[in-house]
């Protein structure tokens, strides 16, 4: 089970820190992905984390978010800076037992992600 926490109303420039609780694995044996959606707009990949592998971002989100795990805490955090309005849009956490898409020159969010947690909406005001 995954279950997202953190969303909520912050002005442009503002932060928020989103939380991915997990129950049922071990997240240090699985890739980690975050996900958002914004109405009438496709769900899009933004970062993944594995022990493995690191992590990787979209570009869009590059030097802004920051994506880390607490293993003892079984919790990946997504620390969002500098929010855009653009930025507005439920977050999804996302988990896929496959690692190692780092040295493959994987897109580490084209995985099949078969786990997911139910959403936090983040909106970002201008």
């Known amino acids: 089970q995954l279950v997202e926490s953190g969303g909520g109303l912050v002005q442009a420039g503002g932060s928020l820190r989103l939380s991915c609780a997990v129950s049922?694995?071990?997240?240090?044996?699985?890739?980690i992905g975050w996900f958002r959606q914004a109405p009438g707009k496709e769900r899009e990949g933004i970062s993944c984390?594995?022990?493995?592998?690191?992590?990787d971002y979209v570009e869009s989100v590059k030097g802004r978010f920051t994506v880390s795990s607490d293993n003892a805490k079984n919790t990946v955090y997504l620390q969002m800076n500098s929010l855009k309005p653009d930025d507005t849009a439920v977050y999804y956490c996302a988990a896929d037992s496959q690692t190692g898409w780092g040295p493959r020159n994987i897109d580490c969010t084209l995985l099949h992600y078969p786990f997911w947690g139910q959403g936090t909406q983040v909106t970002v005001s201008s």
């Open positions: 049922g694995f071990n997240i240090g044996d699985y890739t």
């Open positions: 984390i594995s022990n493995t592998d690191g992590t």
